[in-house]
């Protein structure tokens, strides 16, 4: 049975990103006329404005602006996608152009789409044809991020599937929108700028080289010699970068260029950016339009796009633009640079009255399919469509799977005769980034607790990951090394605290749960040798990875002198630490959310057992307690400290990007509370946490790959980054160690308890 079809959804509030007036530019205006345009023609549709901001401070934005974005503030990018997804708006209309975000051209607005969750249509309003590889990296990704793309030229969508494989019924042709006007007689408005009896030229917008100005003036000698009252009108403030670079030395060499050619009494420039209603009037009053841009590839142009709305007889070069919309009898081109051209087709209109007006006449008539009511009810009917096509959410989370079993294989997918490579591009390993001892001794760990593991396997991996641990000792400077070249030359002589404490974890771990001698030898002499390292270490999380390794130790070696050490002075320290940062809605260690948050409340709690010390005990499930409140979205599910919530003192975390780290690392911290206290809800607590990499959390998406041990590398607002690196694998491996532990003591307790019933 075919589906009913879906209805269409009311669109009832959008966010749009552009330039915004009183930011003085050709985008500033577009953006501000498409806002008045969707306000005008769908006055109960909420438009949030999000102006991209070059100079922060400088411009007093009108209450339409919800937000500035600075152009060079990565965080500015960050908190805009934050405020638009909060917002309730449905969907996102990004106004783009080169030059107005920041980064390697302007990728910083990719980190806001990566950042958000709504559908996204996007206005191209420049389309390279040979970009450089930042350029092309760019526009690539606002492809992929887009549900629809809009360009104002149909050569703007030849390019797209052409150079950048674009999908054709991904882009759409909306023409430029223009204002609604009468056609009138230029007579009605020249005595308003004192043009009365003069035969008026005229070119507007920002000056800058690229609108070939000079064309033009080269042009008006033979001009005014054919028609004496002409007169060349140059409308427009010198471009903001270029008085930023030069001052007015363009526009100087203009003037000069005017006066060498005899023409200066002929020749105007108007050195003011005019605001909206003002432009429209010059350009009533004009004769003739002139666009000499010296761009061939220009997709756009508004300037020529206000001119035919109302109704000029246009003269240009054949740029893309002008040569669309000015085809079939609706204006006249010439060729580039060429003064002469320009002469000879703006004298033969300015001789015949009767074609200067018929001309005028079709591009007027051009110009009543471009109004901007048009504009705004095309991309709103297009908006209404995306969300229509969105995929629904799922009403409920799916059905938790049952605990997956530890699986190899993707670890060993990963890893080689040196050990194991950090990062992938999907499965597949990315050699450039080499090795890292975070994940060589996670790795080591895995060996170490995996129950089915043929002993064969065992020797031949836990002896891999032993050795690259071993390797990145630096005798001299007393630490590990971290990271490793794919060509085995270490990049630095120390790695991390954190990495230096996990180590010692890990080693611990193998002197605890190494199913051979000879490994749980190699570690325990290990340990001893390189575990002082532990007492210079100042990082929280650092302090909290040597803690549980000196936990395994004393598991093995009751009394083993450095690890009391270890755990006497560490949890002491964060015991201060707590003291210091706590509040009454803050209980915990720092006053900042990191990373592998739960291991500072599991180092407390196992401290606590392997001293005796109750009140550690009490710390560690108390801040754990809060820990896990932080984690539980609305719903219920388990919500990983997404890391963009990193480094905001007393804040509460945001939602992404999720990492596998932190639902591993919660896992096994309420294992440890499980174990402390014999109470059963944190073994629910620890299904909970692990669920989410079977698909209960926020987007209903799993993390595991299929049937491989494979684990993609999180959640974003956009769905799931399908990378699947050395850490992810590891942390969906080691948690489902822990929860199969889990399961069958909870089992086994049940099991109890029937037989005692």
């Known amino acids: 049975m075919t589906p009913a079809p879906r209805s269409e959804i009311a669109v009832t509030h959008i966010a749009l990103i552009g330039n915004f007036l009183p930011r003085k530019c050709g985008l500033a205006t577009f953006t501000t006329d498409t806002y008045n345009a969707l306000s005008e023609s769908f006055p109960d549709l909420q438009v949030d404005v999000y102006a991209m901001d070059d100079h922060p401070g400088r411009y007093a934005?009108?209450?339409?602006?919800?937000?500035?974005?600075?152009?060079?503030?990565?965080?500015?990018?960050?908190a805009t996608a934050r405020a638009i997804e909060n917002s309730g708006a449905q969907a996102l209309w990004l106004q783009h152009e080169y030059g107005i975000f920041g980064g390697a051209a302007g990728e910083h607005i990719l980190t806001l789409l990566d950042r958000i969750t709504l559908p996204v249509i996007v206005t191209?309003?420049?389309?390279?044809?040979?970009?450089?590889?930042?350029?092309?990296?760019?526009?690539?990704?606002?492809?992929?991020?887009?549900?629809?793309?809009?360009?104002?030229?149909?050569?703007g969508r030849e390019i797209l599937t052409r150079v950048y494989g674009a999908a054709n019924r991904q882009i759409l042709t909306i023409p430029h929108g223009v204002p609604d006007r009468t056609f009138a007689d230029t007579a009605l408005f020249k005595p308003r700028f004192g043009w009365q009896g003069k035969r008026v030229i005229f070119t507007f917008g920002l000056l800058a080289p690229n609108k070939g100005i000079e064309t033009m003036i080269e042009a008006m000698p033979a001009i005014v010699a054919a028609h004496p009252k002409a007169h060349y009108m140059v409308l427009g403030a010198t471009h903001p970068n270029l008085v930023a670079h030069e001052g007015e030395a363009y526009r100087d060499r203009l003037k000069a260029l005017a006066v060498e050619r005899g023409v200066a009494d002929h020749v105007t420039f108007i050195d003011f950016f005019v605001e909206h209603e003002e432009l429209i009037d010059f350009l009533q009053a004009a004769d003739i339009y002139a666009t000499p841009y010296v761009n061939p590839a220009q997709i756009t142009s508004g300037t020529l796009s206000y001119a035919v709305g109302v109704g000029k007889a246009v003269v240009s070069t054949?740029?893309?633009?002008?040569?669309?919309?000015?085809?079939?009898?609706?204006?006249?081109?010439?060729?580039?640079?060429?003064?002469?051209?320009?002469?000879?087709?703006?004298?033969?209109?300015?001789?015949?009255?009767s074609e200067r007006e018929a001309l005028s006449a079709r591009a007027y008539a051009r110009g009543r399919t471009m109004l901007w009511p048009c504009l705004a009810t095309k991309a709103v009917a297009e908006i209404a469509a995306m969300l229509d096509q969105a995929p629904r959410r799922l009403a409920k989370p799916p059905a938790a799977l049952p605990p997956l079993k530890a699986d190899f294989a993707a670890v060993e997918r990963m890893s080689d005769a040196t050990g194991m490579l950090q990062h992938a591009i999907y499965s597949v390993p990315d050699r450039r980034h080499g090795y890292?001892?975070?994940?060589?001794?996670?790795?080591l760990m895995l060996v170490a607790k995996m129950d089915d593991l043929p002993e064969a396997a065992v020797d031949k991996w836990m002896t891999i990951y032993a050795a690259f641990v071993q390797h990145a000792w630096n005798p001299h400077a007393r630490r590990f090394r971290n990271f490793m070249r794919f060509d085995r030359e270490w990049c630095e002589d120390v790695g991390s605290e954190d990495s230096n404490g996990r180590t010692l974890w890990a080693i611990g771990t193998v002197v605890r749960h190494a199913t051979l001698h000879k490994h749980r030898d190699w570690a325990m002499a290990m340990f001893d040798y390189t575990a002082s390292l532990a007492l210079d270490l100042g990082s929280p999380r650092a302090q909290a990875f040597a803690m549980l390794g000196a936990c395994e130790i004393?598991?093995?070696?009751?009394?083993?002198?450095?690890?009391?050490?270890?755990?006497?002075r560490f949890s002491a320290e964060h015991l201060a630490l707590l003291a210091e940062a706590r509040r009454p809605e803050w209980e915990w260690f720092e006053i900042v959310l990191a990373y592998d948050n739960a291991r500072l409340p599991e180092a407390m709690i196992r401290a606590g057992v392997a001293l005796g010390r109750a009140d550690l005990v009490d710390t560690g499930i108390a801040t754990l307690d809060w820990i896990m409140a932080q984690q539980t979205s609305p719903e219920g599910r388990f919500r990983a400290v997404g890391t963009e919530s990193f480094g905001r003192a007393y804040e509460a975390p945001l939602q992404f990007d999720q990492q596998p780290l932190e639902a591993q690392a919660t896992v096994e911290a309420c294992a440890a509370t499980f174990e402390a206290t014999g109470d059963a809800r944190w073994i629910d607590e620890a299904m909970r946490a692990y669920r989410w990499f079977l698909g209960a959390n926020d987007l209903d998406l799993a993390l595991t790959s299929s049937n491989d041990g494979g684990c993609f590398d999180g959640l974003t607002p956009n769905g799931l980054n399908r990378n699947q690196g050395a850490e992810s694998i590891l942390a969906l491996q080691l948690a489902s160690c822990a929860i199969s532990t889990l399961s069958k003591r909870r089992d086994s307790v049940a099991g109890d308890s029937r037989a005692v019933a």
């Open 61 to 78: 934005y009108p209450p339409q602006v919800t937000g500035a974005i600075p152009q060079d503030d990565l965080a500015a990018y960050l």
């Open 124 to 155: 191209l309003h420049t389309i390279l044809e040979k970009p450089n590889a930042d350029e092309r990296r760019v526009m690539e990704g606002l492809l992929r991020r887009a549900a629809r793309v809009v360009v104002m030229a149909e050569r």
């Open 318 to 353: 054949p740029y893309v633009h002008a040569t669309e919309i000015l085809a079939d009898g609706h204006g006249l081109l010439v060729d580039f640079g060429d003064s002469a051209a320009f002469a000879r087709a703006i004298i033969a209109l300015l001789d015949s009255d």
């Open 436 to 443: 890292c001892i975070d994940d060589n001794a996670r790795a």
């Open 554 to 568: 004393l598991a093995c070696v009751p009394g083993h002198a450095l690890a009391m050490k270890i755990l006497e």
